[in-house]
């Protein structure tokens, strides 16, 4: 006779399958969209494929990935790429505690300001990039016309010097995306225990002492999630790359995204521009992989745990 299981059981079993239900729509839309597109990319970087000669596509093994890094032009791009995303992650990190330092006090004028100040990053990349490049223009542009006249910067424009476009482009990024990290930075500002920080008032602490001593180490966790969040978008930087400089001049701002999109949608190189694809995942992996071991081993050096 067979025993019958007891009811918590029954429920258990029950609740297991209906989550197991509502997760897999979830799952199979990642599948389809994420990870096969993912594993066809890894494919199709082991051969030599160009949609203009699909039959003379041949297995070349890692041939594609031994010549991103033997390539004059990828090696530009990988490096405008990580000088792209240090200076403008590093900037925005910087730019974004301060404000959100600044804003902190919660206040009528402080919730105004931090409104205000989201509005640049409600704007999609490619919108401010025709934004900027329209006035920076040397000929019209409403700021480039006048550093024309001043003798600031290079008479063609500051987006069409080799020696200037890619810092253009680095401030272009943190006058989008400073806000986001500030608002990240001020909800861990606001997520600090007051009576800690009382105590340290109280106990005669100065402000940079309070700063350094207890509000950096707290604040650890929302450093690492805001450099993460914003390492991870600015390494694969495009729309703004793509509508104001194109990767130019002389492949001054060509970066992997953009040259990944050239390669596939331009030359149709399938092949090598799914291993620079594959290459721009496996570096921002790394880069995440790097800055929790850095933010880890801060926060067990400071707080000791």
């Known amino acids: 006779m067979n025993a019958v299981l007891p009811m918590p059981h029954r429920f258990s079993d029950r609740r297991r399958l209906f989550l197991f239900l509502m997760a897999a729509p979830a799952v199979v839309y990642v599948a389809a969209i994420g990870l096969w597109p993912l594993s066809q990319g890894i494919w199709y970087s082991f051969y030599r494929y160009n949609l203009l000669r699909p039959a003379r596509t041949t297995f070349v093994g890692l041939q594609n990935y031994v010549d991103i890094f033997t390539d004059e032009t ?161 390494f694969r930087v495009f729309d703004s790359v793509f509508v104001t400089t194109g990767g130019g001049p002389n492949d001054a701002t060509n970066t992997l995204m953009m040259l990944g999109v050239k390669e596939g949608l331009q030359f149709f190189n399938v092949g090598y521009a799914s291993a620079v694809g594959n290459v721009t995942l496996l570096f921002i992996a790394l880069i995440a992989t790097v800055l929790l071991l850095v933010v880890r081993r801060a926060d067990v050096r400071i707080n000791g745990r």
């Not at 990580?82 to 590093?90: D, K, L």
């Not at 109280?202 to 950096?216: E, P, S, Y």
């Not at 180490?217 to 978008?233: E, G, K, Q, V």
Request: aromatic share 12%.
């Open 74 to 234: 990828t090696r530009t791009a990988i490096l405008n790429t990580f000088q792209f995303t240090i200076f403008s992650v590093g900037l925005q990190l910087i730019f974004g505690f301060c404000l959100a330092l600044l804003l902190w006090r919660d206040s009528r004028f402080n919730r105004a300001v931090l409104a205000f100040l989201l509005v640049p990053s409600t704007i999609t990349p490619l919108v401010v990039g025709l934004i900027f490049k329209a006035l920076l223009g040397a000929d019209y542009g409403m700021i480039g016309y006048f550093l024309s006249e001043a003798g600031i910067g290079p008479r063609t424009g500051l987006l069409t010097d080799a020696s200037t476009a890619l810092w253009v482009l680095i401030l272009i990024d943190c006058w989008e995306w400073t806000p986001l990290m500030t608002l990240i930075l001020l909800a861990g500002l606001k997520a600090l225990p007051a009576d800690l920080l009382e105590a340290g008032t109280v106990d005669g602490a100065t402000a940079w002492q309070r700063f350094r001593l207890l509000i950096l180490p707290l604040m650890l966790p929302s450093i690492f999630l805001a450099l993460t969040l914003r390492t991870m978008d600015a």
